[in-house]
């Protein structure tokens, strides 16, 4: 009877707990709308991100048939150019759904996107300026304004887990990363389809992540009313010393944190690198919600310096440099995904987007100069590269310092 009775209660008492837990997951976490939204930044990340991680198989392409004779780092502009305006329009981006909410950016962004891709399907061999303009331009201005509310808007519908949703998004990502170089690669070398086709292509694919995307995304916020142009760029954060340190450290981290991305030349080690950061970025979010944003970010940020030390810097053994790529690509997907967790923990919720575009408005000029000031430290004898690891040493130094 007695035993009975405390299987009751026992039972009566875990039946209790599960449904508060369920309650508090409803209301803290948001529950399915949170999930589904979860998974429309997902599909932002894949359609925006994917093209821009795709820009290697463009670089080919351009170098090989559409831009005969062009150098390839003319090229490489257009790429950086795309990605430096997605960051620096992060600021403002981020303020527009303060005050606005989503649905009018996704729509914006994903209709800009698509037509872009479609524009750029029509340019003329030989034309530079309009892949530049197109491309470099166009394409970075629309991405900036789906990226970053789809990165933001996951972050009000989290707490608890905030860490692992927004490594989730970023992960998706790396994965369009992959996907649409493919898919380019494909389509491009199919003689009824060819180059212009294969953007069409794209340009559907990605209109339709972003109709979905609309459809299932959902804001938790009240939205702020626009009141003055000021209000777009919200640097106000920097007066927190806690948010000006990071912002600092950060800073010094970008710069380092792509130059193996840049500089480690054979093929098959950049997709190892990119599949090893998916990696990191899921794990590394689930990491901090139990260790804490910071606790996680922090130790892999120097472990990622201290990894190009002790085995790139001596050595350019195959065996030795796919372990590091593969414990870099993890630390360096931590630091991505993970980063934008330690904002959030610092931010009120109602300046959440102005506060992290900002942040990488910021970041952005580290993006954009690390890498050639790292080329710059390379040591070549008569134009060639030293044997080795040596001719590298300076930009392994370089980016063993800033991280």
Known sequence: MGAALAEDIHNEVAADFIVGLVEEIKENEGGLRAWLTVIGSSLVYFASFGIIN????FQNYYEEKLLVGVPASTISFVGTSQL???NLLAAPAGSLFDCYGLKALYIFSGISCSGVLLCLSFVQPGSLWQIFVVQGVFLGIAIAFGAQP??????????RRRGLVLGIVAAAGSVGG????VI???LANVPSIGFAWSL???ALIVACCYVVALSISSTKH????????????????????????LAAGAFLAMLGQFVPYYYITKDYLLPLMNASSFVGRILGGLASDAAGPTNTVYPMTIFSGILCLGTWAITSSVPVLISFVSLYGFCSGVFIAVLPAIIAQLTPAAKLGGRIGAFYSVCAVAQLVGSPIGGALIRTRGGEVGEGAEGYLGLIVFAVCVL
């Open 54 to 57: 795709s820009f290697g198989f």
């Open 84 to 86: 430096t305006l997605m």
């Open 150 to 159: 789809a990165l933001v808007v996951v972050g009000h519908h989290f707490a």
């Open 178 to 181: 992959v996907c649409f170089p």
């Open 184 to 186: 380019f690669a494909q």
């Open 200 to 202: 069409r292509v794209v």
């Open 222 to 245: 009240i939205a702020e009313p626009f009141k003055s142009w000021k209000r777009l760029l919200d640097f106000k954060g920097f007066l927190d010393q806690r948010y000006a340190v």
